[in-house]
């Protein structure tokens, strides 16, 4: 009886938040001419702020350019080389507590219900 009157209430309780969730459409004002859209970037403005300056650009050009002939910057290679550093013990340690962690807090998770009757 309890499992049925729960799940009629889960079921009602996303219904209800469906419905709700729903947005009626965007009112456009009719102040917004033809002329006005023609006029949008076409671009988003995130692009624009993603895309490289001059002098970054002309950076990686340099650098693919070196890559290219076999010459890599010595800079470039450093810091690969930093990016390749094997994990500690430390580390090791620290994605078996986390892991660990991870399946004790699913386990109770599923037990704990087990509990509350």
Known sequence: MRLGVAT????LGLAIAGCASEKPPPVV???????Q????ED???MLRYLSPTDEEARALAEEERLAA???PVPEASAERS???DEPTTEDKVEGAS?????IA???GAIVAPFFLM
């Not at 986390?98 to 991870?102: C, E, H, K, R």
């Open 29 to 35: 004002g009719e102040d917004i001419t033809a002329a």
């Open 69 to 71: 002939s076999g010459n």
């Open 98 to 102: 986390i892991g660990l962690l991870q």
């Open 8 to 11: 009629l209430l889960l079921g």
């Open 37 to 40: 859209l023609r006029s949008l």
């Open 82 to 84: 930093d990016l390749e």
């Open 43 to 45: 671009e988003p403005p």
């Open 105 to 107: 807090i699913t386990i």
